[in-house]
């Protein structure tokens, strides 16, 4: 199954968050206007019988599975039984619903830390299960690969269309700028915002990093993110199953840089100038997070967002949302 009509219902789980709202506008800006989404108040995916009532009544063609438990290291080491728990829960009750009322199609969005700590560069979504994961976010890299595992087994028991794709580090408007919960670039994106001028002196404060600040990441826009979501929901099942059996596929951008680059980069586009000092106490992370896109490059998708104007874009939407983020 693909889509190939914009009358096509689809269902975006999660259509609140950074990613669910970003494919939401995507969607609807090349045409599809049959979209159907419930909030967390209005619709517990956690409970299975809600969600399997949900979809028997709704019959969507399609469920686009964005709704999960989401923050950084900080978050996962707080959080653990949360991170695993809510995520698992969402998971079964969402895809196991999706079989049961037949779902023409369903694309769950995992992440790129299911990977080992130590996977070769550039991760492939073959080096799944080959070894150790970061420990710091473990919990969240567990729920992750047993929803794809998930999805996989009902592929294979079933032949149910369902696929998943594993971006890597997201960022960009809409973005969680709490520094208790937030990933490394939203935070550091604040961090330098908020040091402008700070200084007792009137110049700009320092910016703390955790750890060494080497290690290596790759980021993607998540607008390029909802492009590669509607990429795939309109390329047929065959292609598809042609480059990925497993049903799995890695979304990114092809190039990394280290978290010092990026706090360069996040100062030249914020005109922060004060000094970057770095807290060894606090853990790195995963060495060096860069993933293998063959599999979607075979499918003729590449992302298309650089990384500075990324940056500018999600810069300008925090500036313009600021007193309310800082409020919450």
């Known amino acids: 199954m693909h889509l190939t009509n914009s009358d096509a219902k689809i269902y975006v789980a999660g259509h609140r968050g950074m990613v669910g709202r970003a494919i939401w506008s995507h969607l609807e800006d090349a045409g599809y206007t049959n979209l159907i989404g419930r909030t967390s108040d209005e619709l517990d995916l956690r409970d299975p019988a809600a969600t399997r009532a949900f979809l028997e009544a709704e ?12 923050g950084g290291i900080l978050a996962n080491d707080r959080y653990p039984a949360d991170f695993i728990g809510d995520n698992l829960a969402i998971e079964q009750s969402v895809i196991r619903a999706a079989h049961e009322t037949g779902v023409d199609r369903l694309v769950f969005l995992g992440s790129t830390c299911i990977y080992p700590k130590r996977a070769p560069q550039p991760m492939s979504e073959e080096s799944l299960l080959t070894g150790p994961l970061e420990p710091t976010n473990q ?125 360069a980069l996040i100062q030249d586009v914020v005109g922060h100038e004060g000094p970057v000092e770095h807290d060894e106490s606090k853990p790195d992370g995963t060495p060096r997070k860069l993933v293998d896109t063959s599999r979607m490059d075979a499918l003729g998708w590449q992302a298309g967002t650089s990384l500075r104007e990324g940056i500018e874009r999600t810069y300008e939407w925090y500036r313009a949302h600021e007193d309310e983020l800082v409020a919450a």
Request: hydrophobic share 40%; proline share 6%.
């Open 59 to 70: 019959q969507p063609d399609v469920v686009v599975l964005a709704a999960a438990r989401v």
């Open 139 to 263: 919990w969240y890299a567990v729920a992750k690969i047993a929803g794809h595992k998930l999805c996989e087994a009902y592929r294979r028991q079933h032949g149910d269309d369902m696929l998943t794709l594993m971006p890597t580090n997201l960022y960009g408007p809409g973005d969680d700028f709490d520094l208790e919960t937030s990933h490394v670039l939203p935070a550091l994106l604040r961090k330098a915002h908020e040091a402008k001028g700070a200084a007792p002196d009137g110049s700009d404060a320092s910016v703390t990093l955790w750890g060494s600040g080497e290690p290596k990441r790759e980021f993607l826009y998540v607008e390029d993110l909802a492009g590669a979501v509607r990429f795939v929901l309109e390329t047929p099942e065959a292609e598809i199953r042609e480059v990925a059996p497993d049903g799995m596929l890695n979304v990114g951008v092809g190039e990394d840089l280290s978290i010092n680059d990026l706090m």
